[in-house]
């Protein structure tokens, strides 16, 4: 049974009051004649040794004492409304205007505390804030069973704990702070949830780890396991294979994962990628523009969706071998991908280039071939693709298959073929005049293409 404050307050003053009554030691008192509370003397010539003359309600006892440790370890009952004094902002609210979070001073497991905010604009707080905050102790989600309605109790480790408050009156700032330093954890304890779960919204870091998954939608996993993600920051750079001395965050669960939410660029600290060395005449770093160029692009597949089929193939012009590693797309609405991995490519040779996906596309092999990300992608109108490597373009082709625009790419599961591509690559792919429409049939799928397998002499038959 939860007793409010007021209540237990009232029930200690009339024990207390009874006792006195009834002739009981006053515990406030001293046995020494020194003037009470009350300016009345103290004549009792009581001789216990009783020393506890504290009968102050203790402020700490109730509802502002309350810590999130307390609401992390259920101490404070889901449903309950709690006030936390002294918490510190430990991170922005998020630009959708969920939450943020709130942190003890003191870090370790159970410091750290997810406030929802009901997508309030108007409430806005700052990293190093102090706040007394009062809110509703939640977990979400929430699950409904059966026709009553009634809520069923998820695990700890499938629901986020959670404060919920609804107008910026619910909390005061009351000073600034330092922000707790972040707690230091291997990444593999986020994957484990029993073990995770105490560090549910604490700021915790991880330190040495390498980039072990593609980037995906904003999120990327690391050695041990732990998965990064993008509910402030989106580290969209970053590329299968890299390493940084550490990466910092509070942990978010979503999706039934806990998730490592890096506030801001600074949360990463000595990043390394893997562009810098590789076993062929040069690296992508090497490369000059003109040394490779775009010789192929299916832009309207239709054997299979464009996320599945779409492709670029590009023809290396160094005259010796390159590793593509770390070569960089990028479309017309500044979409970006990247060659994740070594990709060597031999002189004359071709490198096809896919969207990431689930499905197996063509099927293409036998071939140099990488994925880039998904969010890049061909328009069937007109569009730019790039090539570059940090400030360097390599390559870049604008295509328009307008009537005024002249490019063959009207051809609905056929790729936009360049003419025998050679040492000119860079520039004869800028004249519309030198594609045409792939006429080769791409196995039995029935659409027309040559990824990977060298350019015929444009133009070929009408396709239909």
């Known amino acids: 049974m939860r007793i409010e404050p007021t209540v237990w307050r009232a029930l200690l003053f009339s024990t207390l009051f009874a006792g006195v009554l009834s002739g009981c030691p006053d515990a406030d008192k001293s046995e020494t004649g020194e003037v009470d509370d009350t300016g009345e003397s103290d004549v009792d010539t009581d001789t216990d040794t009783d020393t506890d003359t504290d009968t102050d309600v203790d402020d700490t006892a109730g509802p502002t004492g309350t810590t999130i440790s307390d609401i992390q370890t259920k101490v404070v009952a889901t449903g309950d409304t709690v006030t936390l004094e002294g918490v510190i902002v430990s991170s922005p609210k998020t630009p959708t205007n969920t939450g943020f979070f709130i942190s003890d001073a003191s870090g370790g497991e159970h410091s750290g505390l997810w406030v929802y905010t009901s997508f309030d604009p108007t409430i806005e707080v700052e990293m190093g804030q102090v706040l007394t905050i009062t809110g509703v102790v939640g977990e979400y989600p929430e699950v409904e069973g059966g026709d009553t309605g009634e809520v069923l109790a998820l695990p700890d480790t499938e629901t986020q704990t959670q404060l919920s408050i609804d107008s910026v009156d619910a909390f005061e700032v009351t000073d600034t702070a330092d922000l707790p330093s972040p707690t230091v954890v291997d990444s593999s304890i986020l994957t484990d949830a029993e073990a995770a779960e105490a560090y549910e919204g604490v700021v915790v870091e991880v330190e040495d780890v390498t980039v072990t998954s593609h980037y995906v939608s904003g999120d990327f996993i690391i050695s041990g396991g732990a998965t990064v993600s993008d509910l402030f920051y989106d580290a969209d750079y970053v590329r299968l294979g890299d390493s940084f ?162 490019w063959p790419g009207g051809t609905p599961g056929a790729s936009m073929m360049l003419s025998d591509p050679g040492s000119d690559v860079g520039s004869a792919n800028d004249d519309p005049a030198n594609w045409c429409a792939s006429f080769g049939p791409l196995g039995e799928t029935g659409d027309f293409g040559t990824p990977g397998l060298g350019n015929t002499t444009c133009p070929g038959p009408i396709l239909e």
């Open 245 to 406: 001395a550490s990466i910092a965050g509070p942990v978010y669960f979503g999706d039934g994962v806990y998730l490592i939410e890096p506030r801001s660029g600074s949360d990463f600290s000595g990043y390394s990628d893997t562009c810098g060395s590789c076993a062929t005449d040069k690296c992508v770093g090497d490369l000059t523009p003109g040394d490779i160029g775009i010789s192929e692009l299916m832009i309207d597949p239709m054997y299979c969706a464009d996320s599945d089929c779409e492709y670029v193939e590009i023809y290396n012009a160094s005259g010796g071998s390159v590793d593509l590693n770390c070569l960089t797309l990028t479309d017309g609405a500044e979409h970006v991908g990247y060659v994740e991995g070594t990709l060597e490519v031999p002189a004359a040779g071709y490198a096809v280039l896919t969207r990431r996906s689930d499905e197996a596309g063509y099927g293409i092999s036998g071939v140099a071939q990488s994925d880039y990300r998904r969010g890049l992608s061909l328009n069937n109108d007109f569009d730019t693709i790039t090539l570059s490597y940090g400030e360097t373009t390599l390559d870049l082709v604008a295509y328009d298959n307008s009537s005024e625009g002249g």
